[in-house]
């Protein structure tokens, strides 16, 4: 079958689902939806579809069949909710939602409803986070010792000035950690496994038009034993790259944004070196470090194609919004230990 999209939104990340679209086999864009007409109409006439009056009129176009969520983050639950009522499918942008009880709602009514929800951790599918994932489960890191993410990103003043939502807890749900940083949460827990613990710090640091925070650091105990960091800034200049540390007693991997840059383990074999080598040729990684629109949308291809598929019944579906929960959680949880001063325990579902 062949999928009609339709986009809530019109900001920066719409442009990523939509070019990804166009690249679908099995899927269109039948058109968008903001609450600035001036902006759907230019977004529409760019990616050649209809610009829509309402978000009630997209809905009701039964040539629509899956809605794509691209609005600010503590509004995905309510458009993700009229979505599923109205018995499209969803593809919710990162966060799905901004607390634990917002992604519970979601869940329950795509149960009701009979559709499929995902939330949109397109980083699950950079290569080398794919070969870790492989790596961990056929268990060549040994025991699990530190997982840590870092996220020293860079965004000017006039970054958060320039877009409403951005750096209000009433439309962000928080901030570096959140709305940046959650991309990093997703993949460590997808490492490492559940999240036993957690105790954090969290400030302002770098920029004084902020509701929110914009550098946290939080002290993670996993429930396998292994600890782990997680930093998250958008204040250090000039920005690098985001990268996760996998150690174990048999082996570690770290990964900079897409590349590879340490592969190694006590049993090596010979693809490790053909591993090596292909990130060697690669280069240096892409990255958002301080412009979030210096990325391609080729990842956003990937699961976005993984998403018709499983629509079709073709292949499992990779980010089901139970998984997108998961970081919610995780960062829930930071921003209560930020607030209490206490260690957080977390109880995953």
Not at 67 to 76: E, F, V, W
Not at 134 to 156: N, P
């Amino acid at each position: 079958m062949n999928y009609g999209f339709g986009i809530l939104g019109t900001g920066t990340v719409a442009s990523f689902h939509a070019r990804a679209i166009e690249t679908l086999s099995g899927g269109n864009f039948i058109g968008v939806y903001s609450r600035t007409p001036e902006k759907t109409e230019e977004f529409s006439k760019r990616h050649h579809g209809k610009a829509y009056s309402s978000y009630a009129e997209m809905l009701a176009n039964p040539a629509v069949h899956v809605i794509t969520i691209c609005t600010p983050s503590a509004l995905h639950g309510e458009h993700a909710i009229r979505a599923i009522e109205a018995g499209k499918h969803v593809l919710i942008e990162k966060p799905m939602e901004v607390t634990v009880a917002g992604c519970d709602r979601i869940i329950a009514a795509a149960k009701k409803y009979n559709v499929v929800v995902a939330s949109i951790f397109q980083n699950r599918f950079i290569r080398g986070a794919q070969l870790i994932k492989d790596a961990l489960d056929q268990e060549r890191f040994g025991r699990l010792v530190f997982g840590d993410a870092y996220v020293k990103w860079f965004r000017s003043k006039d970054y958060y000035a320039d877009r409403q939502a951005s750096g209000t807890l009433a439309l962000d749900g928080g901030g570096a950690l959140m709305n940046q940083a959650i991309h990093a949460v997703d993949m460590l827990q997808w490492f490492m496994g559940p999240v036993q613990s957690v105790f954090a710090y969290a400030d302002t640091l770098g920029h004084d038009n902020l509701k929110v925070e914009d550098t946290s650091v939080a002290v993670l105990r996993f429930a396998n034993g292994a600890m782990g960091t997680i930093e998250a800034s958008t204040s250090v200049y000039p920005g690098f790259f985001k990268t996760l540390e996998i150690s174990g007693t048999r082996g570690a991997a770290t990964l900079e944004e897409e590349s590879l840059v340490n592969w190694a383990f006590k049993e090596e074999t010979i693809d490790d070196d053909i591993i090596r080598e292909e990130f060697q040729e690669l280069g240096e990684s892409g990255g958002g470090v301080s412009d979030p629109a210096a990325i391609d949308n080729q990842l956003h291809t990937a699961q976005f194609q993984n998403f018709i598929d499983h629509l079709n019944g073709e292949d499992d579906l990779a980010i089901d919004a139970k998984e997108g929960r998961k970081a919610v959680e995780i960062v829930e949880a930071i921003y209560f230990s930020v607030k209490t001063g206490h260690s957080v325990s977390i109880n995953p579902s």
